[in-house]
């Protein structure tokens, strides 16, 4: 093991190289930076110019062990609080390592033209030697684990895309076709997910504008049926906590709220299924004070809407045997600002507003932070008592490539470890959760540029400042002995919980992957 760190930390020497002195791969990264700045995006600017990337093996070694390996170590009681000073220290190691690669991304033109006055600047990575980065199976075979230079093979690869090498990142996608397969461990299923997404993205690149963009069109790759992704969908919610755990927080942060409210109106941004809402109506049946009346009005724009009627309908009569007045109403329009008036959602006199938004705002971010702004503008016009939302916590919407790949990479192995560890390998479910939900996210994130990429999710410290920006303030959630619970149901060790600055957050073995949080306008009581 200690060969092979050494050949791994003289890889990304040569990957940093590629990245430098590759011309196609410096125009592509000026055109993201200026457009990041000119959308308002936050991009990580070092405080000192980069000339030379150093990570030690060490930081490599740690970075790699942290989505491969998995081994964080957890709190007996689960809730994440006091982690081991060794599950900090991986974490931050993957950031710095991270921070890093965009950092030497991000180099000013001065030293742009210096370096292609003093050397021959070259459009392919091969001719940079990259091909030479990472050595053949054949070669590593002996003594070295496959899964790391799995890992590895998809890195180079990356950096091969992002340097629009066709041919090497091809040949390479070739390598990782031998290890990676939907079949196999949680490494190389989540690594044939990427590779998918890699594979889909080279074509893409058949459509490069003059001005480096990447123009977006129809990819060879077979479409997903609306039924085959809510099945996948219910599957999820079934067999993980993932999404019982938002439903779970964001109804009791509403339940919490609505204590001593007559006429509650909840709005629900992007409605495609009724899952959330059958454990809200038997709280708010068993309310000392007695059971409110209740309207629930769905913002959808998916197109088959037969389906959800017939849920919520069952939802009405279920509602009306637990003495619940219920209506339910439905707009067939996508979330936009200027849907999003008291008078286009029928807002009553004397009701409580509640918005939820279960993994849905994200699609608003985009290239910039303005569409985001606006929805946020526009939900605190209606002035709500309370905004329910529950996201990803990653960081896929960096304005850097090769930035977003990485941080995918370590995001998704975690979420196909915890799959691994709660369903057989050759689960039907599991193979069905994976290729027609999470595998569509990655490719997602992985292949498309622009109003394409809808999988922009953010971590909990820059929904926070978003939020905050828009006159939201955090309301602390209540339901940490609840969400224990819930996870005890599971029989799985590796989900572990905790709370940050009021969100609380959803992790696989100290990983967090999902968050849930409530907010309230700045005007509004404290107290709930």
């Not at 011309?23 to 990264?29: M, W």
């Not at 809808?454 to 909990?460: I, K, L």
């Amino acid at each position: 093991m200690e060969g092979f760190n050494g050949w791994l930390y003289e890889s990304f020497n040569h990957d940093f190289a590629i990245r430098r002195f590759c011309s196609a791969r410096v125009e592509l990264e000026q055109w993201e930076l200026g457009d990041a700045m000119n959308n308002e995006i936050e991009p990580f600017f070092p405080d000192d110019e980069i000339s030379t990337p150093h990570l030690a093996a060490s930081e490599v070694d740690d970075f790699v062990d942290s989505f491969i390996n998995m081994d964080y170590d957890v709190d007996d009681d689960g809730d994440g609080d006091d982690k081991d000073d060794r599950n900090s220290k991986k974490q931050q190691n993957f950031h710095h390592f991270q921070d890093k690669i965009e950092a030497f991304s991000i180099v000013n033109d001065d030293s742009l033209m210096i370096e292609g006055d003093e050397l021959e600047m070259s459009s392919s990575c091969e001719d940079l030697g990259a091909n030479e980065m990472v050595p053949s199976i054949e070669e590593v075979s002996h003594g070295v684990d496959q899964g790391l230079h799995l890992v590895h093979l998809l890195l180079a690869c990356a950096e091969a895309v992002g340097c629009r090498d066709i041919h090497l990142a091809t040949s390479m996608l070739s390598q990782i076709g031998a290890s990676a397969t939907p079949l196999g461990d949680s490494l190389q299923r989540v690594s044939y997910c990427f590779a998918t997404g890699l594979k889909s993205r080279l074509s893409l690149l058949q459509n490069v504008n003059g001005n480096g963009t990447i123009t977006n069109c129809a990819i060879d790759v077979p479409m997903i049926a609306r039924e085959e992704k809510m099945e996948a969908f219910q599957l999820l919610y079934q067999t993980t906590p993932y999404i019982a755990f938002g439903f779970m927080a964001a109804n009791e942060a509403i339940c919490q709220a609505a204590q001593g409210k007559g006429s509650l109106h909840i709005i629900d941004l992007g409605m495609k299924h009724t899952l959330q809402w059958p454990s809200l109506i038997r709280a708010l049946a068993s309310r000392p004070e007695g059971p409110p009346t209740l309207r629930i009005t769905a913002l959808t724009s998916d197109e088959d809407l037969v389906e959800l009627e017939a849920s919520m309908k069952s939802l009405v009569e279920d509602a009306s045997s637990l003495s619940i007045a219920m209506e339910f109403h439905m707009i067939s329009e996508p979330v936009t600002p200027s849907l999003m008036t008291r008078e286009n959602l029928n807002l009553r006199e004397g009701e409580s507003l509640y918005i939820n938004s279960v993994m849905h705002l994200h699609k608003y971010v985009k290239e910039s932070r303005g569409s985001l702004k606006a929805i946020l503008q526009a939900i605190k016009k209606l002035g709500p008592a309370l905004l329910t939302m529950v996201e990803q916590d990653a960081n896929h919407n960096g304005p850097f490539f090769l930035g977003r790949f990485l941080e995918s990479l370590q995001y998704y192995s975690a979420i196909f470890d915890s799959l691994e560890a709660s369903l057989p390998r050759h689960s039907p479910q599991r193979m069905k959760i994976e290729r027609l939900h999470f595998a569509e996210e990655i490719r997602n994130i992985v292949a498309y540029e622009g109003t394409d990429r809808m999988e922009r999710h953010e971590r909990a410290d820059q929904w926070r400042r978003q939020l905050g920006r828009a006159g939201f303030q955090v309301m602390g959630l209540k339901c940490l002995s609840q969400a224990r619970m819930m996870l005890s149901v599971y029989g799985c060790d590796g989900y572990t919980l905790g709370s940050e600055k009021g969100c609380l957050l959803l992790g696989w073995k100290g990983r967090p992957l999902m968050l849930a949080s409530a907010w309230q306008l700045h005007n509004a009581s404290s107290a709930y």
